[in-house]
Structure formats: C-alpha cells, structure tokens
C-alpha cells in the first residue's frame, strides 16, 4: 500500500525518522520524560526515593503533568530539529479549540454510555453520591488539566507521530495496526497478569484503532487528545472508578460506583476497571465501525512522496 502523509504534505528539507528506530524510540523518550520527571518530583516532595508517589490529588496531579509532559517537549525536539517538519505534520494544526471541545464532548457521552450500561446490566452499586463543594471541584479541576497533558501526550506519540511517520512508509493499515499495539503493550504492566488484564489490554488496542482512525479521518490529532482527556478523567473524578487499573484518590463530582459483590468481572473489568469490560468493546467496535467507514481512507490525507529529496538513506 502506498504511504501517505496523513496530517500535512511534507516539506523538501524534511526527514523521516526510520521505522526501526521509530518504534523503541517511542518507548526510551516515554520512559526519558518520566525519569525527568520523577527526578524533579523528588525535589519537590511529590515522589518518595524510593519512587512512589504523594497519594493525593496533589501528587496524581504532578504524575500526570510532571512525568508525561517532558516526553511530550522530547518528541517536539525531535520532529523540529531532527525532522526539520513543523507540529501540525503531527497533527497539531488548525481549529484547535473546535475540534478539542468536540473531541471531549465524544469521550464524555463514549464513557457515559459504558458506564451506563455496565449499570443497566447490574454491574454496580452506589458506593456515595458525588458532590460539588469546593473541595471537591478543585481536586477535579487540576485532575482535568493533568489528563489533557497526560492524554495528550499519548496521542502526540501514538497517533501523531508514531502514526504518522509509519503510515507515510508503508499505508494506513501499519501505521494504524502498529501505534496501536504499542499503545496496547504499554500498559500491560498496569496490573498483575489476570483475564482482566487480558481483556483489557485488548480493549486499548481496540481504542488505539478507533482513534488512530478518528484522527486520520479529521485530519488532526486535537480531537483524540480531547476525547482521551475526556474518558480518563470522567472514569476518575466523575465516577470513582479505576482508570486502567490505577485507582483516582480524588471524590467523584457525580456518583462513587462500585462493582456489585455478584457481578462477573467481564462486565465491570474487575480491578482493571470498565477498560477491560465487554461493554466498552461493544461500544469501540460501534465507534471503530463509525470512523472507519466514513469515506474512503484514499480522500484522508496526501499521497507521500518518495523522490530523493525527502526519502533518501541518509536522512533517514
């Protein structure tokens, strides 16, 4: 299949980093900006020596931020000075705000309709109503602005670099089958091995598919930051529940769920949270049905060019 640039046309002086390269390099600048960061939360009382974190909101707040964004300035490093493209060639581009706001909105009601039926299918119980004080809406507030960075950060990586780069190679299929496993096997240390973990590191790679394609078809990566930001923080702070199998110290605004003492752990996830329900796979193949059928993939983007000047062995 022929590559094609997904995001923007690239430029005569660009290069691309080599798809061998790009692969571990994923992981090693994830891995660089977290030690960066945990590092300096150390320093500043949020992480212990011996690399646990301050279990408050205030800690999962610095978590998000301080060790996901230094991975995020990483990348941008590269692509502008290595690969000498712009950020919009990662998808960074225009009708941020718009796109954004419509991208969270998405993740609010995908989330809301798992939860929901999860619900319906008598899979939780009221643990406590939620609340709107003050000292709740603050922890919330800030929780929110950490998964923007944290979401986002994932998604400059996966979708937009990491896609982008192996779609303009070899075609949208590797590039979307390939961003999405790794995002999948990136949190395969979540948890101990479980069935849980299992379906859930299923139902990631099921996500990296709906998003990979949800940000091919609109041509930007804005809205699957939004929608990402949106579904990590409502399972936390709207709803008390784990995210990925991390569980949230902060209240929940809206309702605190717990799983029901009879409910099999295929339909709330178990420990791993509604991201290994069988629920949530219903309704990412409907929304990777969705994307992914919404014209053709050969109206998305631009074919990429592979003449020398933009492809050649030595500038990768």
């Not at 009708?95 to 998405?106: K, M, P, S, W």
Request: hydrophobic share 55%.
């Amino acid at each position: 299949m022929a590559g094609r640039e997904i995001y923007s046309k690239r430029g005569p002086q660009a290069r691309r980093t080599w798809t061998a390269a790009a692969i571990p390099m994923v992981v090693v600048l994830i891995i660089l900006g977290a030690i960066i960061g945990a590092v300096a939360g150390v320093f500043l009382g949020f992480i212990s020596a011996d690399g646990s974190s301050d279990e408050t909101w205030q800690g999962m707040t610095y978590m998000l931020i301080g060790t996901f964004a230094p991975g995020a300035v990483l990348i941008f490093l590269w692509v502008v000075f290595f690969e000498r493209r712009p950020l919009a060639a990662i998808g960074l581009n225009g009708q941020f705000l718009g796109r954004f706001v419509r991208g969270y909105g998405l993740g609010l009601a995908f989330l809301t309709i798992v939860v929901g039926g999860i619900w319906l299918l008598g899979g939780y119980q009221i643990e406590a109503s939620g609340s709107v004080a003050l000292a709740v809406l603050i922890p919330a507030a800030w929780v929110l602005l950490g998964f923007i960075v944290q979401g986002s950060t994932e998604e400059i990586f996966m979708r937009g670099w990491l896609m982008g780069l192996i779609t303009s190679r070899h075609g949208i299929v590797w590039g979307v089958v390939v961003n999405s496993a790794i995002f999948s096997l990136l949190h395969g240390a979540n948890i101990e091995m479980s069935a849980e973990l299992i379906f859930g590191l299923a139902n990631i790679l099921l996500v990296g598919v709906m998003l990979s394609f949800y940000a091919i078809k609109e041509g930007s990566l804005w809205g699957v930051c939004g929608w990402h930001a949106a579904w990590n923080w409502l399972l936390a702070s709207g709803f008390g529940l784990p995210v990925s199998g991390h569980d949230s110290p902060v209240n929940p605004i809206l309702i605190d769920l717990a799983d029901a003492p009879d409910a099999a752990w295929w339909l709330t996830g178990g420990v791993f949270g509604p991201e290994a329900s069988a629920v949530t796979t219903v309704v990412l193949l409907a929304g990777t049905l969705y994307w992914a059928f919404k014209g053709k993939a050969a109206d998305y983007g631009v074919e990429a060019p592979t003449d020398a000047a933009t492809d050649n062995p030595a500038q990768g």
